[in-house]
């Protein structure tokens, strides 16, 4: 069975450093979500997108957050700078654009980030 | 704007005995209702979920759940529990009248611990 990929598992970074992440979705899912989770949480929607084009990214703050899936396919998710506050489970998910699944997402095992 | 409340944040139930996850959702149109759930450090995973039709729907795991219009509840059940279900599970809407994918609005979570 197909599944949503996603890396590092765990990284553990200094406030003020670079962290970027990865995800490979399900092959021919045209959506991709990067959602983050605080812990006591639900997930909780940074950036959406449709193939290459961002869709939503009202959630992102974007003085130091950047998403790109510039292909339309694999997505990378940085921070710069990670701040304490950074520090949560962040989730990607991709989902079929038409089909009987279209409603469903498709999540990723995630990456847990402790900012220190 | 869409939302879903799980009043509950812990559950417990003893083993062989039913249980049941309450959530109740806010949204404009007919909703698309979901229940996932999350194992420790894991992502989430897939329940089931109600776009139309039959009230009652049957998913994963001998789980269920039943959409309530008039109560706009969607609490999830099962007839007898087992210690592995324990885990956090989370109630989702998705507002169908807009267009495109959207992304799914979660709740904050219920634990559930089936004991022994």
């Known amino acids: 069975e197909a599944e949503v990929a996603q890396s590092p598992r765990y990284k553990i970074t200094e406030k003020s450093q670079a962290v970027a992440f990865w995800c490979d979705p399900i092959?021919?899912?045209?959506?991709l979500y990067w959602y983050r989770q605080i812990l006591g949480q639900g997930p909780e929607l940074l950036v959406q997108?449709?193939?290459?084009?961002?869709?939503?990214d009202s959630q992102l703050p974007k003085d130091r957050f950047s998403a790109e899936r510039l292909k339309g396919v694999d997505s990378t998710l940085k921070i710069q700078p990670a701040e304490l506050g950074d520090s949560a489970m962040y989730l990607c998910?991709?989902?079929?654009?038409?089909?009987?699944?279209?409603?469903?997402?498709?999540f990723g095992p995630g990456t847990r980030l402790t900012v220190t | 704007a869409q939302s879903v409340a799980q009043p509950e944040d812990q559950v417990n139930v003893a083993e062989g005995n039913p249980l049941t996850v309450k959530c109740t959702y806010s949204?404009?149109?007919?909703?698309?209702l979901f229940w996932y759930v999350q194992y420790p450090n894991r992502g989430l995973q897939f329940l089931l979920k109600y776009i139309t039709g039959d009230n009652l729907v049957k998913g994963s795991y001998g789980f269920e759940a039943e959409f309530n219009k008039s109560q706009t509840s969607f609490h999830l059940k099962k007839p007898s529990a087992l210690v592995s279900d324990s885990a956090l599970y989370f109630c989702a809407v998705r507002d169908p009248s807009f267009s495109g994918n959207t992304p799914l609005v979660f709740g904050k979570g219920t634990r559930l611990s089936v004991i022994a």
């Open positions: 998910a991709s989902s079929p654009s038409q089909g009987l699944n279209a409603y469903e997402q498709y």
């Open positions: 949204v404009s149109g007919n909703p698309y």
């Open positions: 092959s021919g899912h045209a959506t």
């Open positions: 997108f449709q193939d290459e084009s961002v869709v939503d």
